[in-house]
């Protein structure tokens, strides 16, 4: 069976997908970033990190997971050098949990003041 994951207090999906997706035991969570629910982007790239990160957190317990049960973590930056910033948030939202990852840069998300996304796969 398969459950598809729509939360009302995040921001809405821009296309023609689902927030999260769960079946047999695994969730994956789509791209999330650094939006408001109400639209608003902060200019900080940490700032940003933290809401999708939060985003990512609610999907995943909506699915029945959590950060520390999170397998793969992809983290898309408009800024690699930026990376760092980001780091201790890492650290402060997976604790000893260290999942699998794969950070890079990209030329640009889907709207330009955007700066990360993040998506992942987690157990249940």
Same mark, same amino acid.
């Given at each position: 069976?398969? +459950?598809?994951?729509?939360?009302? $207090? ?10 999260? #997706?769960?079946? *047999?035991?695994?969730?994956? #969570?789509?791209?999330? =970033? ?11 790239? &940490? /700032? +940003? ?5 939060? $985003?990512? *957190?609610?999907?995943? !317990? ?7 049960? #999170? ?7 408009? $800024?690699?050098? /930026?990376?760092?910033?980001? *780091?201790? @948030? @890492? ?15 990209? !030329?640009?998300? #889907?709207?330009? @003041? ?6 992942? /796969?987690? &157990? =249940?």
């Amino acid at each position: 069976m398969i +459950q598809r994951i729509m939360l009302d $207090d995040i921001l809405q999906p821009v296309s023609h997908y689902c927030h999260a #997706v769960q079946a *047999n035991g695994i969730v994956w #969570v789509s791209g999330l =970033v650094g939006m408001r629910h109400d639209g608003s982007i902060p200019d900080s790239t &940490v /700032e +940003q990190f933290d809401i999708a990160m939060d $985003d990512l *957190n609610a999907c995943l !317990k909506a699915a029945g997971s959590g950060l520390d049960r #999170v397998t793969k973590v992809r983290i898309f930056m408009t $800024d690699i050098s /930026e990376r760092a910033s980001i *780091n201790p @948030r @890492r650290i402060r939202d997976f604790g000893d949990h260290r999942p699998a990852s794969t950070l890079v840069e990209v !030329k640009a998300l #889907v709207d330009p @003041r955007m700066k990360v996304e993040i998506e992942c /796969e987690a &157990v =249940v």
